[in-house]
């Protein structure tokens, strides 16, 4: 059991991009996850899962090498994070019916995305957490 703690940052990060990926390709017609509690309320949510993906990515990362991020890494995780919500989009352009890219989700994702970085730039809590 110890050693999947020692791992649950990248367990976390695994599971996330499981959602993300699964609700990315579900066709929501007629699940209630299709119903809009408010006008952008889609756009939050695409928000909010990037930015918790680059943010699980960041503290695997950071858990790996038990150190704080250079800037460099923080660059590499925001362009993994940002391809993975472009390469999403358009994957469902592509395989759906349902579904179809769109540019205020894609927007949505890198907003998520960039707030997360900026964060992570700019604090270093992370690192005395995991120590």
């Avoid at 990315?24 to 809009?36: G, R």
């Amino acid at each position: 059991m110890d050693k999947i703690l020692k791992f649950k940052f990248r367990i976390a990060f695994v599971v996330w991009i499981l959602g993300i990926t699964t609700l990315s390709f579900a066709q929501l017609e007629n699940d209630l996850l299709s119903i809009e509690l408010f006008v952008g309320f889609d756009k939050v949510v695409h928000t909010l899962f990037y930015l918790g993906f680059t943010f699980l990515l960041s503290l695997g990362f950071v858990e790996y090498k038990r150190a704080e991020l250079t800037v460099k890494q923080l660059i590499v995780i925001g362009l993994i994070s940002a391809s993975y919500g472009l390469l999403i989009e358009y994957l469902q352009q592509e395989l759906t019916s349902s579904r179809q890219a769109e540019f205020y989700d894609i927007l949505a994702n890198l907003t998520g995305t960039l707030v997360a970085v900026l964060f992570l730039k700019y604090t270093s809590w992370y690192y005395r957490h995991l120590n």
